[in-house]
């Protein structure tokens, strides 16, 4: 299994970021960065391996993705591209 039943919950816009914290269960692995503050929230799965599923927002865009298998995610202590560190954020 390539994910090995970690999964990474990207919050790709405001709205998902802001609710985050009120649908999303507890977790002590959350990360962001400047511009983006608690944007992934990792989890472990009982799927040992699965495919992403994207929830788009019609014409809008991306509301948020749950990473699996052949989707990378920058981490921290990474530097995302914007040139932003990437760091975790602690409940």
Same mark, same amino acid.
């Given at each position: 299994? %390539?994910?090995?039943?970690?999964?990474?919950?990207?919050?790709?816009c405001?709205?998902? %970021?802001?609710?985050?914290?009120?649908?999303?269960?507890?977790?002590?692995?959350?990360?962001?960065?400047?511009?983006?503050?608690?944007?992934?929230?990792?989890? @472990?799965? $009982?799927?040992?391996?699965?495919e $992403?599923?994207?929830?788009?927002?019609?014409?809008?865009?991306?509301?948020?993705?749950?990473?699996?298998?052949?989707?990378? $995610?920058?981490?921290? $202590?990474?530097?995302?591209?914007?040139?932003?560190?990437?760091? @975790?954020?602690?409940?």
């Amino acid at each position: 299994a %390539i994910s090995g039943g970690l999964m990474d919950c990207d919050l790709d816009c405001r709205e998902a %970021i802001a609710l985050a914290g009120d649908f999303l269960p507890s977790t002590g692995q959350i990360h962001g960065r400047a511009s983006k503050r608690r944007s992934h929230y990792w989890y @472990w799965v $009982t799927e040992q391996s699965f495919e $992403t599923v994207k929830f788009g927002n019609g014409s809008n865009g991306m509301l948020l993705e749950l990473r699996g298998d052949r989707h990378a $995610t920058v981490v921290p $202590t990474s530097m995302h591209e914007s040139g932003e560190d990437v760091v @975790w954020e602690w409940e």
